[in-house]
C-alpha cells in the first residue's frame, strides 16, 4: 500500500527564516511526486511535479527536491503569505490511472 | 478557463436529508476526482472517473455514497441518508491525461 508521511505536522517560522518540510513516501514504483498548497477554505492549488530522484524545481521562494525515499520543500526566507497547509502526494507506477496519495499535510505559519 | 466548478460551496442539512453536491470539470479533462478532507482523516479520494466511466470506488465509504458522471462536463456526489460523520469538506479535481490534478474550491457540508 503507498504511504506519504509529512512532517512536521506544524511548522512556525519568523518572516526571514528559512526551513524545509519532509515528504517521506512507499510507493510501487514511483511515477510522480506533486505538491500542492492549500490556504484556509480554498482547495489545493498545484505547485510542482517531481519525477526522477535528483530532480529539483523552483517557484520563487519555494523549492522541491526529490530522492528515492523522501522530497523536501524547501522555503527560503519566507513571507507572512507563504503561510499555508503545503500537501505532498505520489502517484504509482501501478496505478493505471492518475490517482494520488496525498500525506497529511505541513501547516506553515510565518510571522511578520 | 474558470477551473473546476463546484455547487454548492456551503451546505447545512438534517440527518437523513439527501445531499446532492455538483461538479464541473476544466474543460478537455478526462479524469475526474471526488475527494473528502477532515481534520482527522486528512485528503481521502472517493471515487475517480476516467472519461466518465467509474474506475476505482473503493474509497467510498458506504452504499449511502453514490457518484455519477453523465457527461464529459458533469459530475455529481450523492448522500443519501446524510449522517452528522459526513461532514467534510468535499473536493472536486479534474486531470487531464499528462496526470497533473487540479481542484476545484470545495463544497463545505456540515449535517446536523
Known amino acids: 500500500e503507498d504511504q506519504v508521511t509529512q512532517s512536521p505536522e506544524a511548522l512556525r517560522l519568523q518572516e526571514g527564516e528559512s526551513s524545509s518540510l519532509n515528504c517521506s513516501y512507499t510507493?510501487?514504483?514511483?511515477?510522480?511526486l506533486f505538491w500542492y498548497r492549500q490556504d484556509p477554505g480554498k482547495g489545493p492549488e498545484f505547485l510542482f511535479t517531481l519525477y526522477s530522484a535528483g530532480e529539483e524545481k523552483e517557484k520563487e521562494r519555494l523549492k522541491a527536491t526529490l530522492t528515492k525515499k523522501e522530497s523536501f520543500l524547501h522555503i527560503t526566507a519566507p513571507k507572512p503569505e507563504d503561510s499555508a497547509t503545503y500537501l505532498c502526494?505520489?502517484?504509482?507506477?501501478?496505478?493505471?490511472?492518475?490517482?494520488?496519495?496525498f500525506g497529511g499535510g505541513t501547516r506553515l505559519m510565518v510571522k511578520p | 478557463d474558470a477551473g473546476v466548478i463546484q455547487s454548492p460551496r456551503h451546505e447545512v442539512t438534517e440527518m437523513g436529508q439527501e445531499v446532492t453536491l455538483r461538479c464541473k470539470p476544466i474543460s478537455g479533462h478526462n479524469s475526474l476526482f471526488w475527494y473528502r478532507q477532515t481534520m482527522m482523516r486528512g485528503l481521502e479520494l472517493l471515487i475517480y472517473f476516467n472519461n466518465n466511466v467509474p474506475i476505482d470506488d473503493s474509497g467510498m465509504p458506504e452504499d449511502r455514497f453514490s457518484a455519477k458522471m453523465p457527461n464529459a462536463s458533469f459530475s455529481t456526489l450523492k448522500i443519501q441518508p446524510s449522517e452528522p460523520r459526513d461532514s467534510a469538506v468535499y473536493f472536486c479535481?479534474?486531470?487531464?491525461?499528462?496526470?497533473?490534478?487540479?481542484f476545484g474550491p470545495g463544497t463545505r457540508l456540515l449535517v446536523l
Open positions: 479535481a479534474s486531470s487531464s491525461p499528462a496526470g497533473t490534478q487540479y
Open positions: 502526494a505520489v502517484q504509482a507506477g501501478n496505478n493505471a490511472g492518475n490517482m494520488l496519495t
Open positions: 510507493v510501487s514504483g514511483l511515477r510522480g
